[in-house]
């Protein structure tokens, strides 16, 4: 098991901790005093700007748990040298105060990391540090047991510490000495790679003169390349104009069935809004209708609740009419009975009268006129019943006309709410079937709309196609004006080539020019963007009738080819 100076010196932490150490640094310092902290910079680190030494407290965890820090001094360019000493000066008033705590300098860069750190240290008077330091004075210390126990931990931790911190140092000694051993490596690399690199210099000078020979091939080959350009140029120009023909027309016909599309939908929208204007006719004479039906209807409620009371009134005139026929049938009974009695006084009159006795004749006189005044009083009462019964006839013909009314009225009620119902019912499919229209109509303004944003990029793709004929024929003319002036005359003399010595960026350059010009023009790949696949023999007028051969939604640019005419529809209408 390894040793933790061990891990530091094989960690790369630890490499990069060394490359900054403390010299000189005291066990204490006095307090109120500025500081100063030496120094030593590694020969492989190169300080920054942005880098700073800070004052940690023992135990820290972060580079954030600073006390204070100043920044570091710039200096030239010490690359390269062996090491490098120098000082951060810290002010006594941001020092710390705390005479017990032990801290420590840490070197940070400007990415925050740690390049090195010290031993620590504490801020006390010299007169405390003469106090401890001299055990043989004669003073006496009073402290209890936790206080002597603490002290004994605190000397045991400072000890750890203490052990660590020299473990760290020879880690971070040996990390130095191997990161030295390193330099030196590197160094002795960097002289072979100097060997290598005039070795190069050398081999290119030879080659020099081999591309002087190619050169007058190279231009034969140049002279052959640029027939071959004028003769594919030519051929190209045909191909374009044939082509550009062709998707004019193709555009043309596009165009004009998109005209044709677009008036034909224009007709059925008209038609839909006269068939639309009619419904609404028929909706608001309907409507119309319904009110006065609505109306007759409320009249004929009306008239049937008037019947209503009528026939209340009649049923009661009737109950008073059978009371009234009550009565005159008992009194029948009594006249019966008077009648009966009459009988009776006469045929007693009858026996007991006498001839010549006038008080007979008195009697007989009482009984005429008792007889007439029953008679009269009969008749009355026989006229009365007769009265009574026409009167409850007429009450029970009026009373039966009254139902047969108000049976007539009921139907005519219940055939009213029918034929309000059926009304509704028709007004309902109406408001569906304009509902309906009015869908159709936004589908078809829809569709007009994705016509003539189609229209508008078939106008740019146009736009874009002569712009293109135009650069090509552009390209063409610039091709042909400079084939006259490129002539042999611009290689340099050998002479110079073998004076000179050329960098190998310039050797670089050299076998570019030599490659571009060796190997044939080789025209640039081009890619559909829409199934991104690439054609490396094709113009762009090709590439473009290719991309107008995809079917893609103008929302969310899917292709669909593989959909039917269909369900593109309803995938560009689910939009």
């Not at 029948?332 to 007979?360: A, G, I, W, Y």
Request: aromatic share 6%; proline share 4%; net charge negative.
């Amino acid at each position: 098991m390894e040793t933790p100076a061990e891990a530091a010196a094989t960690d790369p932490s630890a490499r990069t901790f060394s490359q900054v150490v403390f010299t000189d640094i005291s066990r204490s310092y006095p307090p109120s005093t500025a500081v100063t902290c030496s120094y030593t910079l590694a020969a492989s680190f190169q300080p920054k700007a942005r880098d700073w030494v800070g004052i940690f407290k023992v135990g820290w965890s972060t580079t954030k748990d600073y006390h204070t820090f100043v920044w570091v001094e710039p200096c030239v360019d010490v690359e390269g040298q062996q090491s490098v000493i120098r000082q951060a000066v810290f002010k006594d008033y941001y020092l710390p105060k705390d005479e017990i705590e032990f801290y420590q300098f840490c070197y940070i860069d400007s990415a925050g990391q740690v390049r090195g750190a010290s031993t620590p240290f504490c801020f006390r008077n010299p007169a405390e540090q003469s106090m401890e330091s001299s055990p043989d004075d004669d003073l006496l210390v009073i402290t209890t047991q936790e206080q002597v126990d603490q002290s004994v931990r605190e000397k045991a931790e400072l000890q750890r510490e203490l052990l660590q911190i020299t473990e760290e140092k020879e880690s971070l000694k040996r990390a130095l000495e191997k990161e030295q051993q390193e330099a030196a490596c590197l160094k002795s690399q960097d002289e072979q790679k100097e060997k290598e690199r005039s070795q190069l210099v050398r081999e290119l000078l030879q080659t020099k003169e081999e591309n002087e020979n190619l050169k007058g091939a190279l231009k034969h080959q140049q002279e052959e390349l640029d027939h071959l350009k004028e003769e594919m140029l030519t051929k190209r120009t045909e191909q374009v104009e044939v082509q550009r023909e062709s998707a004019a027309e193709h555009e043309k016909e596009k165009y004009d069935r998109a005209v044709m599309k677009i008036k034909q939908l224009k007709e059925e929208r008209e038609e839909l809004r006269r068939r639309v204007d009619a419904r609404s006719d028929e909706i608001s004479s309907l409507n119309s209708k319904i009110r006065e039906a609505e109306r007759e209807l409320f009249r004929m409620k009306d008239s049937v609740q008037l019947l209503q009371v009528d026939l209340q009134s009649s049923e009661k005139e009737k109950e008073k009419l059978s009371a009234e026929v009550q009565r005159l049938q008992g009194l029948m009974h009594n006249m019966d009975d008077v009648k009966r009695e009459n009988q009776e006084l006469c045929r007693r009159l009858s026996q007991q009268e006498t001839p010549h006795s006038s008080p007979d004749d008195e009697l007989k006189v009482q009984r005429q006129t008792l007889v007439c005044q029953l008679q009269e009083e009969l008749a009355a009462e026989r006229e009365a019943s007769r009265n009574s019964k026409r009167k409850a006839e007429v009450l029970d013909r009026e009373l039966l006309h009254v139902r047969e009314q108000l049976e007539k009225m009921i139907g005519s009620h219940e055939q009213a709410e029918r034929k309000s119902n059926k009304q509704e019912l028709q007004l309902r499919e109406a408001h569906e079937v304009i509902a309906d229209k009015d869908s159709i109509i936004e589908d078809k303004e829809h569709l007009i709309m994705l016509l003539t944003n189609e229209k508008e990029e078939l106008a740019k793709e146009n736009k874009t196609l002569f712009s293109d004929i135009e650069g090509l024929r552009r390209v063409c003319a610039d091709l042909q004006a400079a084939a006259p002036r490129m002539q042999p005359d611009s290689a340099p003399p050998a002479g110079a080539a073998s004076s000179t010595c050329e960098t190998p960026e310039q050797t670089e350059n050299l076998y570019e020019t030599i490659g571009s010009a060796a190997g044939p023009e080789e025209e640039p790949s081009l890619v559909c963007r829409h199934c991104q696949e690439s054609f490396p023999f094709i113009t762009r007028l090709e590439l473009e009738q290719h991309e107008q051969s995809h079917r893609v939604c103008p929302f969310c640019t899917l292709i669909c080819d593989g959909m039917e005419q269909s369900e593109f529809e309803d995938h560009v209408y689910s939009h």
